[in-house]
């Protein structure tokens, strides 16, 4: 949509909603519509803006004061900041709207035209007009013109209270206004016409903004107080309305919404208190934004967005801006249940660091980029947001104070101010020439300010300034430029102020700082209810302090006039005190500065308004009463001249009537807690005047101190002796007083903001003439209150200091005098001489420095402490002395002889003494134990974490076995243990593999229903027979003989075989029932076959594939990942434990081998010394094990090991060896030395052996024999030796050996290592991937987990329905046939022929009304719950006449009652016709609840049906997200570096003939995997004509299957056909023939059956008498029938006849067509004979089939089914003659038969 079309869309908007305007917001929609305003009309600005209140007839001149300057910014103010063109900016001051010039710094201002204030401004898009929305009562909106300024339209009734913002539309014809409370209306206006366009309340809370929406036409957006609201204007049907949708947080936080932006597609972008976007769709969250980590987007709130150029930028509280990716926010959405959505700013620039943006206005030169912006600190800053190479630094334009004023004062000798706020700054203001001199910061916030009086500071350049905390400051104002002349310093300004000295005297923040009148003592007073002095110097040194009943509010000391010098102290809380000035040379000595003998009096505040209005009731009542009595004495004149008898009683009714009229006196009321004090002052010695708030507000109070003085100051009372009204002040209390040098002026600011000006009189301090004044709203008129007004040192101006941030400077000069005065400069004063010279003085900077009192009493208690130290130093010497008086004479005793020398003990003059001693010792290491008790636990605890993780970790340490010969050496693997998580997933198992028993068979194990008859049992055709008969039989008993005895004893037994054996059967049945397989199953091998075809079968894509699908066996997860992580890690742990057990062995193996050796070697030695020396082979040298070979010998020690180590370290430690030798280790040096002495001794042992031998040889003198023997004996030792030799070389030889193949086959296993740590570090990157995504595929897998429960109790729910509905219907089914059954033996109770069978059937078949019987839930007895009668409704069964017509008497033709029975009834035949009824409809209400029950039951079957499709879909979808979170997480699986290490023979992939550069699009495959691959190719064909024949056998086999089943299941047919054909035939119905097998003999029966065989005896000659009358009337009946034949056979030939001349002679008389038409009459007629001939045919074996069946049962004949029809007569149409015929053959076969 262009912008012509949006303007046509918006005007007609406007022609929509000026027509239902007044009816929307005025409610009268029959007024007329006013004229329209021409353009060109405006409003005169003098008339319109506010004026000062002057009281009527004061004489006050009007332009008593006019404004100067504003120095303050309410930057703490929503959108305090517009921007009129490229460089005026607007903001409000209060009452005022001030205009600043950018450059010039110069300040226009437009006075608010209620003088309530200014709420909200806004400028027009086209910058030619601007809007001023105010606040007071009814306020107005005021469009003016720019840069004219000039009043052009005025919006009244917008608001009753206040506009809080206002917001024009982009074309600039609509301004839309949201007020503030009490009703928080939102109202659209045509601001041209000065017409509502349409209004409705916005919300309950405050609202901060209202915007229209830029693109979408109708649409705006308000947001407040935790809400944000979304507007539409729409057509109803009573015109264009206001629908507003409240915007719905959901999960998120509620949260205050300063900033939105409206998008181009209709979503909101809005700020939070945290600092995070939340983007709205549909008025709810559609996602949270946030940066990445879950940083928020500003660390704190956002205040605004704006829109620019495709970039979305957001300013914050954190003083930054930042730029953001619109398109990207647009599209946002939630990735998980967090509803976070992460997105990084694409610019951003940090304004500061104590800067905190609150609102931004763009330039209004085309494509810039320069903003200026609103900071919330109190400075306004100039922005170029380019974000370019060539963007400029932020620019800080003009510096405010933020926050309310704290402190402000004026010069006595010039026209400066000097001002403090909690912003930790002080500013300097000359007022004169409108500019700021200098500013200071600090730390901490300023509270309160005084500018030192002259006579004190000649150049009257001294602050006193106090901050928040407790610190007093004496800053010093110079020139600075007199500074340069002097000290030949560069220039930094106007003015500077320096630090001359710092004082903390309070721990709380200083209220108030004052000058005694001599200007010797200066006092300040703080919020921690305590007043310190000083004396006034070079230095202030402090004099004492004096604690107040409560925080201090002011200080005033007494003037001049007064005799005393005292210091009157306003507290807070009421309570005010006069203490007398301390004496500047009476400073208190010792360890405080409380001064407790000053003179003191006291006054605590008591309420007197009550009272006070309580006797303005009575001085009204009491003028009241004397006007009454006046007019009394008139009427008592009047009734005295007419009736003089009578003026008495009436005059007493009068009185009477009076008294009881007059109403009770307001009580007296004492605000609890106590009103606040805010100021006061003095008026004569001892007196004051009290300005209070809160209830006591509206007066001023003289009070005065009383001279009794000896109560509690906290419980005192005192009451003021005279007060003054405040006229309109009940809720605007004067908050500070100031006056004028002549006092001739006094000056008050109020709470609402503004000012007051009082004429009085300099001597009247009873203010008898403050009854007149001038009053002007200068500061905000809410929040604004003035708490310092000042005038001038020349009474020429006054300056006014508020909460609202704003300061204020007025001029009591005319404007000629003013233009004058403002050419001069203020004078600055000089500094001091020297001043360059100095130091900076130092300063208190840290908050929790001790004060002036805490120091000094810190100094008395360091002194305390060192003379206590002094005194124990000395008892330590005296201490010293004795002790060395004492072992002097220990030493003498010790040098007598022993016999007179004194035993230990005796030195001792008391044991106790010792003892004591020994008992405190004891208790002081005990109290150290416990001291050090965490220090013991915790070193303890340290010492067995190290243990853990570096000691008892370690499985195996580090072992390296050495060759003998070879430089071979083989390590052992440091082998650490398993992790406990590690060892306790593989001990119970974690992965997929071990999970617990699956449900596969969970859908086999469905119940097989049994198969049950569908037509009635047995045992309820026997129930229903008793029932029936049980009226008629009478009961009998008689006794058996012992053959039916031994009968029925037979039967049962017979009967309980057969019970056996069913039970059996049924058993058998059921396994093989069991065993059969259900109708969907499937051979597990083909299953199995199957599934590994579709897993191994079709387009499978690679995992690289973005449209890869995970199947479900593949599907990887955290547990499944640490398991692979641990299996890995179990399997490296095997292979090396497994290698270290055979390096441990190879280990062992070589100890055994030098041991073996040393034997060998002794051995070797007694052989050489029989051998000669010249004949001895070398001795080899004997292996020493080395120190790595043995580890765990380092711990082995003996005692001599011990001594010999402490003789080397004394050795050492007295040599000075341990230094020499660089700090050797000692137990080095003990093992070498240990070696060596060993070595050593061994081989001298064998040298010294071998000497001997060979001597003790040559000793000997030897025979010729024996030299023949030794010779032998020679050999055989050179044999032995070469043995022993040979022995020892195979034994290194095979050890070496060993060595080497195991050393080969650990660094093959080395590589296998290798490349498992490889395998490691990619299972434990993919287990780190896997982790970021755990959380949200947990939470869909609970999701889908949940689906699939709630789909499984669905389902549960529908089986157990269906079951329900099965057992209902077969109910049902049996109670129908049943029911047949109950009618069936109704018509066989009638018997023939009855003539009462009509009255019987309606008696029968009525519905009656009936209580239903009271039913006992619970088959074990339960409570029995009675229900109400309940008529039934009268069944579709019975015939029409039933409830019309009576029943006549047959016989007589009365009328017959079916309640009763009618005579010549048979009463039992009646009697049995109820009973039936009863049990019909019995029955019948059983049929029908159970028909209900199926209905319901149905009704819950289809709701949970549709339940399941519902959780099926939701399971469809979560599984579908499902699978694109392991399709995300396959992709970033892939993503992981594998280490593959290749040799260049493996490499098959060449590029012409070279290898490639770079193997990025190479395939890394197994060699094995790819022959396998090759060869099942050929495996695959072969399989694929394996199976076709497989197929092609498995199709024959099915088709001949499928005949088999077809004629098996047509022979259990015919099966079932016969079967039901011969009980039919046996016992007439059906039966189950498991139970009658069962039934045993029943003596019951078997007397009935003897009863009835002789009945059947007594009967069978009447049978057989019967029986020949039935043959000679069958006979007969044939005789008839065949007549009838005939008959009828020369009926048709007539017929026939009839018919051929009927077609002769209408042959002539029609036409062709009547020819083809009787024709078809003849073939239908035809048609209609042959049916009737069929119909005949199938009565007459009907009564045939009737016939068989007499003849063969005892039984009666039943009448027929259908009533017997009287004869048709003859109809004259020819087609319907046969038919009498045919019924009159029916009626007489009717009748043969009966």
């Known amino acids: 949509m262009d912008a012509s079309e949006t303007l046509t869309d918006e005007v007609t908007l406007q022609e929509q909603t000026a027509v239902v305007a007044d009816e929307e917001c005025d409610g009268n929609p029959e007024e007329d519509q006013k004229e329209s305003i021409p353009d060109d009309m405006y409003y005169t600005y003098e008339e319109l803006c506010s004026k000062p209140f002057i009281t009527a007839d004061s004489n006050i001149p009007q332009n008593l004061l006019h404004l100067s300057h504003s120095f303050g910014y309410d930057c703490g103010r929503r959108g305090n900041l517009q921007l009129l063109d490229e460089h005026t900016l607007a903001f409000i001051a209060g009452n005022l709207l001030v205009l600043l010039d950018v450059h010039t710094k110069k300040q226009h201002y437009i006075r608010s035209s209620s003088g309530g204030g200014i709420g909200a401004i806004m400028t027009h898009p086209n910058k030619q007009y601007f809007a001023v929305a105010e606040k007071g009562h009814q306020p107005n909106i005021v469009i003016y013109e720019y840069p004219s300024l000039r009043p052009y339209r005025i919006l009244r009734g917008g608001t009753g209270s206040a506009y809080s913002f206002v917001d024009f539309n982009r074309d600039g014809s609509l301004l839309a206004s949201v007020g503030g409370a009490p009703d928080y209306m939102l109202t659209l206006w045509d601001w041209r016409q000065e017409q509502v366009t349409l209004c409705n309340k916005a919300f309950s809370q405050d609202v901060y903004r209202v915007t229209f929406s830029p693109d979408c036409v109708g649409q705006l957006t308000t947001s407040g107080t935790g809400h944000i609201r979304f507007w539409k204007m729409a057509n109803t049907f009573t015109g264009l309305k206001l629908q507003g949708l409240l915007g719905s947080f959901g999960k998120t936080t509620v949260t205050d919404i300063e ?834 075809a579709k897993e191994k079968m079709g387009d499978f894509k690679l995992k690289s594939a973005k449209d890869f699908t995970v199947p479900e066996h593949l599907r990887m997860n955290v547990e499944k990942k640490r398991v692979q992580l641990v299996e890995l890690e179990k399997k490296v742990f095997e292979k090396k434990s497994e290698m270290n057990s055979r390096v441990m062995a190879l280990r062992d193996s070589k100890v055994e081998i030098v041991s073996q050796f040393q034997a060998q070697v002794e051995q070797l030695q007694e052989v050489q010394q029989h051998l000669p020396p010249e004949k001895r082979r070398p001795l080899p040298a004997v292996p020493v094990l080395m120190p790595e070979e043995m580890p765990e010998r380092k711990h082995r020690y003996t005692r001599a090991t011990l001594e010999r180590y402490a003789t080397l370290r004394d050795k050492m430690a007295s040599t000075g060896l341990e230094e020499q030798q660089g700090g050797q280790n000692i137990l080095e040096l003990l093992e070498q030395e240990t070696q060596g002495t060993h070595t050593e001794a061994q081989d001298a042992h064998m040298e010294n052996k071998g000497e001997e031998t060979h001597s003790r040889k040559q000793e000997e003198e030897v025979t010729e024999l024996e030299k023949k023997m030794r010779d032998v004996e020679e050999i055989r030792n050179l044999c032995q030796q070469d043995q022993l030799l040979k022995q020892m070389e195979d034994a290194v030889w095979r050890f070496d050996a060993e060595l080497c193949v195991l050393r080969h086959e650990k660094q093959e296993l080395d590589v296998y290592m290798k490349l498992a740590d490889l395998r490691h570090v990619t299972l434990f990157e993919e287990l780190l991937l896997l982790k970021e995504f755990e959380k949200r595929e947990d939470i869909l897998q609970e999701r889908l987990t949940t689906y699939i429960q709630e789909g499984e109790e669905i389902r549960t729910k529908m089986r157990e329905n269906k079951k329900q509905m099965e057992l209902k219907k077969r109910e049902i089914l049996r109670l129908q046939g049943k029911e047949k059954t109950i009618a069936a033996s109704f018509q066989a109770s009638l018997g023939e022929n009855n003539k009462f069978e009509e009255f019987l059937a309606r008696v029968f078949k009525k519905k009656i009304k009936r209580a239903k019987k009271k039913e006992t839930q619970g088959r074990d007895g339960g409570d029995a719950t009675e229900e109400e009668d309940e008529s039934d409704e009268d069944s579709d069964e019975e015939s029409d006449g039933d409830n019309d017509e009576d029943y006549d008497d047959p016989e007589t033709g009365v009328s017959l009652d079916d309640s009763v029975c009618p005579p010549n009834c048979d009463p039992q035949l009646f009697e049995n016709t109820l009973r039936l009824r009863e049990h019909r409809l019995d029955v019948e209400e059983q049929l029908q609840e159970d028909i209900k029950t199926v209905d319901g039951l149905k009704k819950e079957y289809d709701t949970l049906s549709k339940k399941e499709k519902i959780v099926q879909n939701n399971r469809n979808a979560a599984e579908g997200d499902l699978e694109l979170i392991n399709r995300e997480k396959q992709q970033k699986l892939n993503e992981v570096d594998v280490v593959v290490p290749l040799r260049l023979h493996q490499i098959e992939y060449v590029n012409n003939i070279l290898l490639p550069g770079k193997l990025d699009s190479a395939l890394v495959l197994n060699t094995a995997d790819l022959q396998h691959l090759e060869k099942r190719i050929k495996e695959l064909q072969l399989e694929k004509t394996e199976q076709r024949e497989l197929y092609k056998l498995a199709r024959q086999q099915h088709v001949q299957l499928r005949h088999d089943l077809k004629d098996m299941e047509a022979r259990i047919k015919g099966s079932e056909v016969r079967c039901e054909q011969l009980m039919l035939k046996k016992f007439g119905q059906l039966v189950d023939l498991e139970v009658l097998q069962t039934l045993s003999g029943n003596r019951r029966v078997e007397e009935m059956r003897q009863e009835i065989r002789e009945q059947d005896t007594k009967y069978t000659k009447e049978l057989k008498h019967w029986e020949a009358k039935v043959i000679e009337a069958r006979e007969a009946l044939t005789e008839i029938t065949k007549q009838n034949t005939e008959k009828l056979r020369e009926m048709n030939s007539l017929l026939s006849q009839k018919k051929a001349l009927d077609e002769q002679l209408n042959a002539r008389q029609r036409k062709t067509v009547g020819q083809f038409r009787g024709r078809l009459v003849e073939k239908q007629e035809l048609q209609r004979l042959q049916q009737l001939i069929a119909a005949q045919a199938q009565d007459i074996e009907v009564l045939n089939d009737e016939i068989r069946a007499l003849s063969r049962k005892d039984g009666h004949v039943l009448p027929p089914l259908e009533p017997v029809l009287p004869p048709i007569p003859t109809l004259p149409h020819k087609h319907t003659t046969s038919n009498p015929g045919v019924h009159g053959k029916l009626n007489l076969s009717s009748k043969t038969v009966k």
């Open 259 to 1092: 900033g939105y932006v409206e998008l181009p597609d209709g979503k909101v972008v809005s700020g939070s208190e945290w600092g995070n976007m939340l983007l709205w769709e549909g008025g709810l969250i559609k996602v949270e934004l946030c940066r990445k980590g879950g940083r928020t987007c500003h660390s704190g709130a956002i205040y605004q967005f704006n829109l620019d150029e495709g970039e979305l930028m957001t300013i914050g509280s954190d003083g930054t801006v930042r730029g953001w990716n619109l398109e990207t926010i647009d599209s946002a959405d939630a990735v998980d249940d967090s509803g976070l959505f992460e997105i990084e700013p694409m610019n951003e620039i940090i304004i500061g660091r104590n800067v905190s943006l609150y609102s931004m206005v763009k330039s209004s030169i085309p494509e810039t980029s320069i903003w200026f912006a609103q900071d919330s600190n109190g400075c306004i800053w100039k922005l170029d947001l380019s974000f370019s190479n060539i963007t400029q630094d932020p620019e800080c334009l003009f510096s405010f104070h933020a926050g309310a004023i704290q402190g402000m004062d004026v010069s006595e000798s010039s026209h400066l101010v000097a001002t403090t706020a909690l912003d930790s700054s002080v500013r300097v203001f000359d007022f004169l020439s409108k500019k700021e001199l200098t500013i200071c910061r600090f730390k901490q916030g300023g509270t309160t300010l005084t500018w030192a009086s002259d006579m004190m500071n000649t150049a009257g350049g001294l602050l006193i300034v106090g901050f928040e905390d407790g610190v007093v400051r004496l800053m010093e104002l110079y020139n600075t430029q007199s500074l340069h002349a002097i000290a030949g310093r560069t220039r930094s300004g106007d003015a500077e102020l320096r630090l001359r000295q710092a004082l903390k005297p309070h721990t709380a923040p200083v209220t108030a700082i004052t000058y005694e009148r001599t200007k010797k003592i200066m006092a300040t007073g703080s919020a921690d209810s305590t007043v310190f002095f000083f004396m006034v110097g070079e230095r202030y040194t402090p004099i004492g302090f004096i604690t107040v009943p409560g925080p201090v509010q002011g200080l005033e000391w007494s003037p001049q006039s007064h005799e005393k010098n005292t210091l009157l102290i306003f507290c807070e809380n009421g309570h005010v005190v006069e203490v007398q000035c301390p004496d500047p040379g009476a400073q208190t000595g010792g360890n405080t500065f409380q001064l407790s003998e000053l003179p003191t009096m006291h006054f605590c505040f008591s309420s007197i308004k009550s009272r006070i209005k309580r006797d303005a009731e009575l001085a009204l009542r009491q003028a009241r009463k004397e006007e009454k009595k006046k007019e009394r004495e008139k009427r008592l004149k009047r009734l005295k001249e007419q009736k003089p008898d009578a003026t008495e009683e009436e005059l007493q009714e009068e009185e009477k009537e009076e008294d009881e009229k007059e109403e009770d006196l307001p009580p007296l009321y004492f605000p609890s807690p106590p009103s606040p004090l805010h100021c006061g002052f003095y008026s004569t010695p001892g007196s004051f005047w009290l300005s209070m708030g809160g209830y006591d507000s509206g007066y001023l109070y003289h009070c005065k101190f009383n001279e009794q003085q000896s109560e509690d100051p906290l419980e005192r009372k005192d009451e003021p002796f005279s007060f003054i009204p405040v006229h309109d002040a009940d809720h605007n209390p004067i908050l500070t007083i100031t006056f004028n040098s002549s006092r001739q002026l006094l000056l008050c600011g109020m709470k609402d903001g503004s000012i007051r000006v009082y004429p009085v009189q300099a001597s009247d301090h009873q203010l008898s003439s403050m009854r007149v004044y001038w009053a002007l709203s200068v500061h905000d008129n809410h929040y604004g209150h003035v708490r310092h007004v000042r005038f001038s040192f020349d009474d020429t101006f006054v300056l006014t200091a508020g909460e609202d941030g704003n300061i204020f400077s007025f001029s009591c000069l005319s404007e000629e005098e003013l233009q004058k005065a403002m050419l001069k400069h203020a004078k600055v004063p000089s500094p001091r001489v020297g001043l360059e010279m100095e130091k900076a003085a130092q300063d208190i900077e840290d908050p929790s420095a001790y004060s002036i009192e805490t120091a000094k009493q810190k100094l008395e208690l360091d002194r305390m402490h060192k003379e206590a130290e002094q005194r124990k130093q000395e008892r330590r010497k005296r201490l010293v002395e004795l002790q060395s008086r004492f072992q002097a004479l220990l030493e003498q005793n010790q040098s007598l002889p022993e016999h007179i020398r004194l035993h230990r003990s005796e030195f001792e003059l008391d044991p106790s003494f010792s003892e004591e001693t020994e008992r405190q010792t004891e208790q002081r290491i005990m109290e150290v134990r416990k001291e050090l008790a965490w220090e013991e636990e915790k070193y303890r605890i340290g010492l067995n974490k190290l243990q853990t993780m570096f000691w008892e970790s370690v499985v195996e340490d580090t072992v390296t076995v050495h060759a003998f010969k070879s430089g071979h050496k083989v390590s052992n693997y440091r082998l650490l243990s398993l992790s406990a998580i590690q060892m306790h997933m593989h001990r119970h198992g974690t992965g997929p593999s071990q999970s617990g028993p699956t449900e596969q068979d969970h859908g086999q194990r469905k119940a097989q229903p049994g198969k049950e008859a569908s037509n009635i049992s047995l045992q309820d055709e026997l129930v229903t027979d008793a029932v029936m008969q049980a009226g008629s039989m009478q009961s009998g008993s008689r006794k058996l003989a012992s053959r039916e005895a031994e009968k029925l004893r037979k039967a049962a037994e017979k009967a309980e075989k057969a019970r056996v054996t069913i039970e059996k059967r049924k058993k058998e049945w059921a396994e093989l029932y069991a065993s059969k397989p259900s109708e969907d199953y499937e051979d597990p091998k083909d299953v199995e076959a199957i599934r590994l």
